[in-house]
């Protein structure tokens, strides 16, 4: 068997973003729209700091407004909740993120749901929540939007497949059988308790793997001419000491079987960034009551 399709997120990702950035030209010209997202960093995480300033960077780029609220890590739960308040109170912010994790002495759902709704970008509220789970129109958590944009672009009409997800957390497990759901998958969510794992996974024609743990899909867990969704993150030590980025699948084992795979780096990670970018511009166009461009 040949191998895998390889699904370039990078390349994908770079050409919604220039999507993006033409669709805010048009809406500054149009109805003289700007879209603004503002991102409060508590702390000193430095993958939490790369990562803001990667979304600082890209934000400015697709001609949009930034605005970067820096907090210390001994920062009160209070005075957290006081910078999202002043954010949802500021006409010219259409999104608000809190990266997460937050210090241990703030509560991170009480500040998710202090943010308003309709500015929440994550899409993890729990208003957007529900919405999503009940069909309606909500503002969606990013790399799950990522994942599903990726496997239409590789697989077209994604109806009738049957989708295995591998992982059930609120940021990506749950929220992306929703959405697959929508584009009229029979969905299947694993987890740690789930009986003949393997064999569950092999009757995925699109199998998504968000666990959190290094390699752990292995080549004969895949269905023949599978797509494969990876969206693990995971570092290990690598030769001479020095560490490597490898998903939730064993990629080289698994490219022998499945007909498409994204790779780690550059498969579903750098979509999170394009896709927030993305539910900003839907948020301002919902607050202004404009349609959204084409994206």
């Not at 990562?51 to 949009?64: D, F, I, P, S």
């Not at 209070?78 to 990266?99: F, K, R, T």
């Amino acid at each position: 068997m040949s191998e895998a399709q390889l699904i370039d997120g990078k390349a994908y990702a770079q050409s919604l973003r220039e999507r993006i950035g033409a669709a805010v030209t048009k809406l500054k010209a149009d109805h003289d729209l700007t879209p603004g997202l503002a991102v409060v960093l508590v702390g000193e995480d430095p993958a939490s700091q790369v990562y803001v300033r990667n979304k600082g960077k890209q934000t400015h780029e697709a001609g949009m407004n930034s605005w970067e609220h820096r907090m210390p890590d001994t920062a009160s739960e209070a005075e957290v909740l006081a910078q999202v308040q002043a954010l949802n109170d500021d006409p010219a912010v259409h999104g608000i993120l809190v990266q997460l994790p937050l210090p241990d002495q703030i509560d991170a759902d009480k500040v998710i749901n202090t943010i308003d709704p309709n500015k929440d970008v994550d899409g993890f509220h729990v208003i957007n929540s529900g919405r999503l789970a009940t069909g309606q129109e909500s503002l969606v958590p990013c790399t799950p939007v990522g994942c599903v944009l990726l496997a239409k672009h590789t697989l077209g009409d994604l109806s009738g497949l049957e989708a295995v997800i591998v992982g059930r957390s609120n940021i990506v497990g749950k929220p992306v059988a929703q959405l697959l759901l929508k584009e009229n998958c029979t969905v299947t969510i694993c987890h740690s308790r789930t009986k003949d794992l393997t064999e569950v996974c092999r009757r995925a024609d699109l199998l998504i793997a968000a666990v959190g743990r290094p390699e752990m899909v292995k080549g004969d867990w895949v269905k023949p001419g599978a797509c494969v969704i990876d969206v693990g993150i995971n570092r290990i030590e690598g030769a001479e000491g020095k560490t490597r980025l490898v998903g939730d699948v064993d990629f080289a084992s698994a490219a022998e079987v499945a007909g498409s795979i994204t790779p780690v780096p550059g498969g579903v990670g750098p979509m999170t960034i394009a896709c927030l970018l993305r539910n900003t511009v839907q948020a301002a166009c919902a607050t202004a009551g404009v349609p959204v461009p084409e994206m």
